[in-house]
């Protein structure tokens, strides 16, 4: 595994921040993720409603606990746009080139983030926390997307 230098740990931290702005109603779900290009950032997206919905915060449960989902399923059961996505979704909005950047996240992003982070041609994810979908992990080594868990 590549050593992490200075930018990636700049970068890694900020994922923090970001994901500090979450709306999910548990705490430990709060994601963040920072799309970068020669050392600038592009976009940020951190996990939570789309624009006009609630989100669990304001509704005060989370959709996913009430139903009893394991982490790691059925994804579209959630009120929350992940931040992977809303990062992503930014660039497409304001114009802003993301093709050959990293993408970092404290998680692991999950199989329908890995198909987007794919097609928006990022080339590098740097993530802190691991995420239960191996799955995500074989399709972004089938596209030659690298991937390196963030080790301090």
């Known amino acids: 595994m590549p050593k992490m230098d200075k930018w990636d740990k700049r970068?890694?931290?900020l994922t923090e921040t970001v994901a500090g702005w979450s709306s999910c109603y548990q705490?430990?779900?709060h994601v963040g993720a920072v799309i970068v290009k020669d050392k600038r950032v592009m976009t940020t997206g951190y996990n939570g409603a789309p624009a006009g919905i609630k989100s669990c915060e304001e509704k005060g449960e989370c959709l996913r606990r009430k139903l009893n989902i394991p982490s790691g399923t059925k994804h579209?059961?959630?009120f929350a746009v992940h931040a992977e996505q809303n990062a992503i979704i930014q660039?497409?909005?304001h114009?802003?080139?993301i093709q050959g950047a990293t993408l970092y996240c404290?998680?692991?992003?999950?199989v329908i983030c890995a198909k987007m982070i794919i097609n928006a041609g990022i080339s590098r994810?740097?993530?802190?926390?691991?995420?239960?979908?191996d799955?995500?992990?074989?399709?972004?080594?089938?596209?030659?997307v690298r991937v390196e868990k963030y080790e301090e």
């Not at 994810?125 to 979908?133: A, F, I, N, R, S």
């Open 11 to 13: 970068f890694m931290e």
């Open 27 to 29: 705490a430990n779900r």
């Open 76 to 78: 579209e059961l959630c």
């Open 91 to 93: 660039a497409a909005r």
């Open 95 to 97: 114009g802003v080139n």
């Open 106 to 110: 404290t998680h692991q992003p999950c």
């Open 125 to 133: 994810v740097v993530y802190k926390e691991g995420y239960p979908d």
């Open 135 to 144: 799955f995500s992990l074989a399709l972004f080594q089938e596209a030659n």
